[in-house]
């Protein structure tokens, strides 16, 4: 997604079918099973040899289990191969490895249909055969599928063999599947169908507002690159159609938020959680770290990266030339500095980007090459779309979708390179052979996307032949990393408030939004004029709306990205076979294990945040930036 400079709003992933699915399943990871005996054999980078050499041609998962004409239409088409599985006997390790691939197998059919209904839904919003798909699925099918879910988790928590299987490479699987097992509740299930069909209703407004400039009706994302133009009375004007668009349907996404709110409060409190925040930290599978190492995040961001945010618009400001800052001006360059625009169509993102991946590996190219044969990329912004940006990894296949809205600026690119990443991860671990072992957290998935971003920088010159281009480009791709941490303690912050605070009103909401905004600003522009906007300017932020608790990830992803990209500058072939080698595991390993596989620490303590933090100012100096 694009997110304007001082006012960030995170290039990232929408809503993954990893989200899609774990809200189908009504657990933290998909129920697919493993492949148990050939863990050796799935893995595609574990030494130079192959990671060098590593292929991205890929297969659709041959069908032993369900019909290869099977598709999904309706429940009662589906609901015998549930009873099967729910139903067989396994009376030996070996039946228990073929109920686990006939689960996992099923599994992969049902995410891809869910994803193809939520990819075409996000590509054309007024499209109503699009939505009903989508509505038909939550609403007629998913509620039916969790109890069967929860009887299989059963089954297979119980079975005398279970404890026969690998418990490395197991463990995470199976300690999500007691999770699930745990947090299942029968009367949730049509609640959380419900909030399924309502967090989708976020998307369908946001993708409706435009605003006229020029004479001309643009979406808000493409609207936004009038705010790099030099005119500064351009930009004001453009900010304040903005300001005005998003602030005509505030009550609109208020009503809906309350909405989310009571529903999913209403789940924790069914499973025996005092709060949703809390509910969701087990959900998620947040084995790795608690609320409180969130809390030291916050304040580490605050102490050590926000003086960095402070210098980077300070030094901007002096650039401009400008005494006070306004919101309009984040993003904008001198007089006589045309914006950066690196692309003009959506075909010559595809390409350019096809070319900076080769130069870094050939098998990243690869990646994009396969995607680019089978139609999986839908890049420019258009009127009807939903927001943002993601890339949809697609379990039978194998094959993902990368879906954004891009209007021809830096953040477009930068978008690319990082979905760019999270595609390379689907390709590393669709050898894995059962579904479980691909669903990683979002904090290793955003490690891949954030690293891919600073491994890519040096090979921008293929978008900018002017060496200053190139120059301004890596600087902002630097901001964008320093600027988007204070941005995601600020979310993560409002969210642990907003679920232990059940019951608060819009007014309260507002206030608390606005205590912790100030917080977390630099405090050099002025926002006079655009208090009620800048009030509002949570919703936003999509992920308080359709993924819940879904963005600390970021912040943890982003550090890791920056020591990936302190290794990478220290010895880039090394970086790279580790960086391979990590995403090529799935989720087969802790988050520990799969970080330290990757060369760097799982760590988000305020010692190494300021660390890390050093180490931009560092890459900043060099770039010749004065504050």
Same mark, same amino acid.
């Given at each position: ?18 989200? $899609? ?77 073929? /109920? ?47 109890? *069967? ?7 297979? %928590? ?22 699930? $097992? ?55 004007? $453009? ?61 580490? $961001?605050?102490?050590?990266? @926000?003086? %960095? ?177 204070? /941005? ?8 642990? /408030? @907003? ?65 990936? /990209? ?12 580790? *960086? ?10 802790? @988050? ?36």
């Amino acid at each position: 997604m694009a997110f304007e400079r001082g006012k960030p709003f995170l290039n990232c992933p929408i809503v993954t079918p990893r989200v $899609v699915m774990k809200s189908i399943a009504g657990m933290p990871a998909r129920i697919s099973a493993h492949d148990f005996y050939y863990a050796d054999t799935c893995i595609i980078a574990l030494n130079r040899n192959q990671t060098m050499n590593a292929t991205a041609r890929i297969e659709k998962n041959p069908r032993t289990f369900l019909p290869e004409d099977f598709t999904l239409t309706t429940w009662e088409a589906l609901q015998p191969y549930f009873e099967d599985l729910k139903n067989r006997a396994i009376n030996s390790r070996e039946e228990l490895d073929h /109920w686990l691939k006939d689960v996992s197998e099923l599994e992969a059919v049902i995410s891809e249909d869910a994803s193809w209904r939520q990819i075409k839904m996000t590509i054309d919003t007024t499209n109503k055969e699009y939505e009903d798909a989508f509505t038909y699925f939550c609403l007629e099918i998913e509620p039916k599928m969790k109890p *069967y879910f929860f009887e299989i988790n059963k089954k297979l %928590l119980s079975s005398p063999y279970q404890g026969e299987l690998d418990n490395g490479e197991f463990f995470p699987y199976l300690r999500n599947v007691a999770t699930a $097992v745990s947090l299942y509740r029968e009367q949730n299930v049509p609640i959380q169908a419900e909030l399924s069909v309502l967090a989708q209703q976020y998307g369908t407004i946001s993708g409706q507002m435009t605003v006229e400039v020029q004479g001309k009706e643009y979406t808000l994302q493409q609207a936004a690159r009038f705010l790099q133009k030099p005119d500064r009375g351009l930009r004001e004007e $453009v900010f304040g159609k903005i300001a005005a668009r998003r602030l005509q349907d505030k009550d609109k996404l208020n009503e809906l938020f309350d909405q989310l709110l009571a529903k999913r409060h209403e789940v924790a409190l069914n499973a025996g959680f005092d709060n949703y925040r809390d509910y969701k930290f087990k959900e998620l599978g947040r084995f790795d770290y608690t609320p409180e190492d969130c809390f030291n995040f916050h304040q580490a $961001v605050k102490e050590h990266i @926000l003086p %960095l945010q402070k210098m980077l618009v300070e030094a901007r400001r002096q650039r401009l030339g400008l005494e006070v800052m306004r919101p309009w001006d984040g993003d904008a360059e001198p007089e006589g500095t045309e914006p950066l625009q690196p692309f003009s169509t959506g075909q010559e993102l595809q390409d350019g980007a096809r070319e900076v991946f080769g130069r870094l590996r050939p098998f990243f190219k690869e990646c994009l090459d396969t995607m680019v044969d089978m139609k999986r990329l839908d890049l420019e912004s258009r009127i009807g779309k939903a927001p943002g940006g993601y890339n949809c990894p697609l379990a039978e296949t194998g094959v993902p979708f990368i879906f954004m809205n891009a209007a021809g600026t830096i953040g477009d690119l930068i978008t690319m390179m990082h979905e760019g990443g999270h595609a390379v991860h689907s390709f590393l671990s669709h050898p894995l052979k059962l579904s479980a072992f691909k669903e990683y957290p979002m904090e290793i998935a955003e490690l891949a996307s954030m690293s891919m971003e600073l491994f890519t920088m040096e090979h921008w010159d293929v978008f900018f032949k002017n060496e200053a281009e190139l120059h301004r480009a890596q600087l902002e791709e630097m901001e964008r990393v320093i600027t988007v941490l204070p /941005w995601i303690a600020t979310i993560d912050k409002f969210q642990h /408030w @907003l679920y232990t605070h059940p019951g608060h009103t819009a007014a309260q909401r507002e206030e608390e939004w606005m205590n912790i905004l100030q917080e977390f600003s630099t405090g050099i522009t002025d926002w006079s004029g655009y208090e009620e906007y800048r009030q509002n300017f949570w919703q936003k932020q999509l992920h308080l709306f359709e993924v819940p608790f879904y963005y600390i990830e970021y912040g943890i992803a982003q550090l890791g990205a920056i020591a990936m /990209w302190r290794q990478y500058r220290q010895n880039k072939e090394q970086a790279l076979d580790n *960086y391979m080698k990590a995403l090529s595991l799935g989720y087969t390993k802790t @988050l520990k294990e799969l970080y330290a596989t990757a060369g760097i620490q799982f760590d988000f303590s305020p010692a190494y945040i300021n660390e890390l933090g050093a180490f931009v100012k560092e890459r900043l100096t060099e770039m010749g930036l004065k504050a």
